[in-house]
């Protein structure tokens, strides 16, 4: 391990690595959420029909992340991360030029969903080997404000490209800031072969531990990605304008950045508790969703900054929590916990797809009630974790 300045300059390089890779491959869905209003116009669908496209991008991106954990394990995360980036510039590249109609968004957004996975679970690699302990926290925080950044990224190109100039140069340009990732992506040396049998054991015993954690993570995630997908369209049906909407999504993103920042250097200073914090953090950002049911532009633009501030700040802090407690083999235990943020993006704009299209006000406050549900389940899931003696034996290491 280096010390001093050589070990801050590899935290510095591994965290930015992770920032550029994450957002890369995260940004496609966040783009068709963005521009879903202009998309929609042209290819013929209601809300619905974009909770399915999100919904249908999730599942495949739940049923890749296993199989993306083990091969990040397996082939490292340089290699991982690169395929990760291409496949999400691929993706949009091929929305632009070949999206003319609904099937064919859908089925390009399914295949563009496992560089999301192999996206993710690389930096999360890249992190856990690459950065000190003492730093991992903040290092998870600056890696989870991709998200929040690829959102502002699709808010700011409505009123600066999609108005202007049509919706599919927006995705041609995004998709040509996201191979600027790729000589900034990991460069970890690619891990050695593990013997058969030689599996982490700590990640055996406490993978129903996981499990809970991910049904937790499913819930919060179903409802805070509603908050990158809908508002937009929400606010247009309320009268808002497109362009003041795609702003205060912008703002809600800054937002999101500084409180998964904020998360993770407070992670790093609290030891502890990381769960305890996520559990409390999803039941205040609840009362932000459920803002966003009351009509008025005051009521958006708080119900936006509580929501990403704090329903939508968590995912780093749960990544560095797992990664702790499994270190032999931090992607395939996070790839449990992110399977279930996929299931979440998934089912959650689904369902509030279907809602909404009855009546946004309602959406929002089934989203609120999903979060308090999240926020009861990873308190189980704490419990169950902190119960297995090899976590005990853990912590007292």
Not at 122 to 147: C, D, E, M, T, Y
């Amino acid at each position: 391990m280096v010390t001093g300045d050589a070990e801050r300059k590899a935290a510095v390089k591994a965290a930015f690595g992770a920032v550029a890779t994450t957002t890369a491959s995260v940004i496609p869905v966040f783009l068709v959420g963005g521009l879903a209003v202009q998309i929609s116009h042209e290819l013929g669908f209601s809300p619905a029909g974009l909770g399915v496209v999100v919904a249908l991008y999730f599942a495949a991106g739940a049923l890749c992340s296993i199989p993306a954990g083990w091969l990040v394990e397996r082939y490292g995360d340089k290699l991982t991360s690169r395929a990760g980036v291409l496949l999400a510039a691929a993706s949009m590249l091929s929305i632009a030029g070949l999206a003319r109609s609904y099937l064919s968004l859908l089925v390009i957004m399914m295949v563009g969903a496992a560089g999301n996975s192999l996206g993710q679970l690389s930096s999360n690699l890249s992190l856990a080997r690459q950065v000190p302990k003492h730093r991992q926290g903040l290092s998870f925080g600056v890696k989870q404000s991709a998200i929040p950044i690829a959102t502002l990224l699709a808010g700011a190109t409505i009123p600066t490209i999609a108005l202007p100039v049509g919706w599919r140069w927006a995705f041609v340009v995004i998709a040509c800031l996201a191979l600027l990732a790729l000589p900034l992506a990991p460069r970890g040396p690619r891990p050695p072969v593990r013997p058969k049998g030689g599996s982490d054991p700590r990640t055996e015993r406490a993978t129903g531990a996981l499990v809970v954690l991910a049904l937790g993570a499913t819930l919060a995630a179903g409802s805070a990605s509603a908050l990158g997908i809908f508002l937009v369209s929400s606010a247009v049906a309320q009268g808002i304008g497109a362009g003041t909407a795609g702003l205060v999504l912008t703002a809600g993103s800054l937002v999101g950045v500084g409180a998964r920042l904020g998360g993770g250097w407070l992670a790093d200073r609290r030891g502890r508790q990381h769960i305890l914090v996520v559990a409390a953090t999803l039941a205040i950002g609840a009362g932000g969703l459920a803002l966003l049911a009351l009509p008025g532009m005051w009521t958006l633009v708080i119900g936006t900054v509580v929501g990403f501030g704090l329903g939508w700040s968590w995912p780093g802090v749960l990544n560095f929590a797992v990664v702790r407690l499994n270190p032999l083999a931090p992607a395939a235990a996070t790839s449990i916990t992110q399977a279930g943020v996929y299931c979440g993006g998934c089912l959650g704009p689904l369902v509030f797809g279907v809602v909404a299209a009855r009546s946004y006000p309602l959406a929002w406050l089934v989203g609120a009630g999903a979060m308090v549900g999240a926020a009861v389940t990873m308190l189980i899931g704490r419990r169950l974790l902190m119960a297995h003696p090899s976590v005990t034996r853990l912590r007292r290491s």
